[in-house]
């Protein structure tokens, strides 16, 4: 598979997984096990999915030197600082029960910045990082 389809599919998951999330948390309808699996399946889609991005994205773009290479330096050193935000997020919540997060208008804002940092990201890279990526690293292949 292309590494770009792979990643737009991957990008479905995460929004997915954020959307269930925050729908299971508003409507109070997951369980402490179920909201614990979720946040743990989440986070472990995302550090795959960047995981991915930093052996096979960013060093094609690399590679292709010029503007390619600026805007992938440029997107790998903004996704360092996403991916701070977000993975302290899980670490601070994954041990909490389902009434602690259902009360705390802290956890409800936080995921919802999360969400928010993460579709701004995935919109970026989907119009901008992915076209520069398939023109220049996956012409002719």
Do not use: W
Not at 44 to 57: F, Q, S
Not at 71 to 91: H, P, R, T
Request: with cysteine; proline share 1%; aromatic share 6%.
């Amino acid at each position: 598979m292309k590494l770009i389809v792979q990643l737009k599919k991957e990008h479905v998951e995460i929004m997915h997984a954020f959307e269930s999330i925050k729908s299971g948390v508003s409507e109070g309808k997951s369980g402490d096990a179920d909201l614990i699996n979720e946040l743990r399946e989440l986070k472990n889609i995302l550090v795959a999915h960047l995981d991915l991005e930093d052996k096979m994205l960013y060093p094609g773009l690399n590679k292709s030197g010029g503007e390619a290479k600026e805007v992938g330096e440029k997107f790998s050193k903004e996704m360092l600082e996403i991916s701070k935000v977000a993975l302290a997020f899980f670490g601070k919540y994954m041990s909490e029960t389902i009434g602690d997060l259902l009360r705390s208008a802290e956890f409800r804002k936080e995921l919802d910045g999360v969400i928010q940092a993460v579709t701004k990201r995935v919109d970026a890279e989907e119009n901008t990082l992915f076209p520069i990526y398939e023109k220049c690293c996956e012409v002719g292949k």
